[in-house]
C-alpha cells in the first residue's frame, strides 16, 4: 500500500510537469502543482474502489481526482458534439479527424508535426495542436490517448525511441495549453503498428504519425 500510494504521488508530481514548447524548459504547472496533493489523495482513493469493483483503475483514478464522468446515455451525444467542433477545428490542416465507435481518432502526419527523426514539434503546427487543446479544455471527460507510430527504416529501438519521443512532445504540448494532464497517457509503438505498406516511401509516410484516441470517461 505504501509503494502505491509514494508510486501515485510521483505520478502526480510529474503530471504537473510541463514543457513549454518554445524554449524547452520543465515547468510546474501553479494549479496542477497546488491542487496536486489533494489530487493525488483522490487519485488513490479512486485507485483503490477502482481495483475493488473491476472499473479500469486509470479511469478509477482520474475520476476520484474529481475530473467528471459522463452518464452512459449522454456519450454519445456528447462524442458527437466533441467530432464536431474538432472537424470544424482541424478542417484544412492536414490532420484527419475518424470516428470509431464512441473514440474519435485524430491522425498526425509526421510531415506537417515533426521535422525529420527529430521530436521537436515544428513552430507551424503549434496553432493546430493549440486548436486540439481548446476542443480537449472545452470538452474535459474524456481519456486522451497519444501514440506515436514510425516507418520501419532503422533500427527497432531507435524507432520506438522517436515514437515515444515524439507522442510526449505532442502530451507535453497539450497539457501546456491547459489540458489537465492527468487526462494524457503517452505511448510509441515504433514500427509495429503500420496502416500502410513500408515497401513504399508513400507507405512509409502515412505510417510516420501521431495518432490522438480520444475516449469517454464513464464509470462502465
Partial sequence: MKKLALALALTTAVAGCTTDPYTGEAKLSNT???????????????????EATGVDSGRAALIGAGVGVLAGGSVGAYMDSQEDK????????????????????????????????????????????????????????????????????????????????????VSQFLASQGVNPRRLNTQGFGESQPIASNASEQGRAQNRRVEISISPLTNG
Fill in 32 to 50: 496542477v502543482g497546488g491542487a496536486g496533493i489533494g489530487a493525488g489523495v483522490g487519485a488513490l482513493g479512486g485507485y483503490l474502489v477502482g
Fill in 86 to 169: 474538432l472537424r470544424q477545428q482541424l478542417q484544412g490542416t492536414g490532420v484527419s479527424v475518424t470516428r470509431a465507435g464512441d473514440r474519435i481518432i485524430l491522425n498526425m502526419p509526421s510531415n506537417i508535426t515533426f521535422p525529420t527523426d527529430q521530436a521537436s514539434i515544428l513552430p507551424a503546427f503549434y496553432p493546430t495542436l493549440s486548436s486540439v487543446a481548446l476542443v480537449l479544455k472545452e470538452f474535459d471527460k474524456s481519456i486522451v490517448d497519444v501514440y506515436g507510430h514510425t516507418d520501419s527504416q532503422g533500427s527497432d529501438g531507435y524507432n520506438l525511441q522517436l515514437s515515444q519521443q515524439r507522442a510526449s512532445s
